[in-house]
């Protein structure tokens, strides 16, 4: 059985251990550096992004988290992408770790939010995602695979090696296929080593 964090400092995570326990996975609500010893993967979810900066670097987590996210499979969503990213526009970068560009709050405020079906790379079926206060993935650098695109060609997917980075909240439908992948890159990286 796989463990995978889910970073629990504020925003969905009960929603994404959910969805871990229900694929077979041992989810591990992530608060403290030590927590992130003997994981296979981590998830840092949807809430809001200069927040979840704040409390990991009060609580001592922000540098150990930087150094997890380098090197073992993470996995941002909505904000979480935020804080994996490079560069975003209009503030300093989080743990900076992805060659993507993000704008923040792409699509407006709370009451902007939507739902569209994606077609994701490798998946047989389009897959139902929620956008809420969601950002918007500007641009890749050349390392980076492009995994879905909004129908006017915005990237809102994208995976660099290890790292997977989704605008929207997959933990918020029924639609287990992302995490399963996440588990699978997980699965894959821990046979490597």
Known sequence: MLNIGVLALQGDFAEH??????????????????????????????????????????????EPLREFVTHKPTWGTCAGAILLAKRITGQAAHLGVMDIAVTRNAFGRQVD????????????????????RA??????GAGVRVLARL???????????HLLATAFHPELTPDKRLHTYF???????????
């Open 17 to 62: 251990a959910a969805v871990l326990r229900q694929i077979g996975a041992r989810p591990i609500e992530v608060r403290k550096p030590e927590q992130l010893a003997d994981l296979h993967g981590l998830i840092i979810p949807g809430g809001e992004s200069t927040t979840i900066s704040t409390v990991a670097r009060a609580s001592g987590l922000y």
């Open 113 to 132: 939010s939507f739902s569209t079906d994606l077609l994701i790379e490798g998946f047989d079926e389009p897959l139902r995602a929620v956008f809420i």
């Open 135 to 140: 950002p918007i993935i500007e641009s890749v």
């Open 151 to 161: 129908p006017d060609g915005r990237i809102v997917a994208a995976q660099q090696g």
């Open 183 to 193: 588990l699978e890159m997980c699965h894959q990286q821990r046979v490597v080593l």
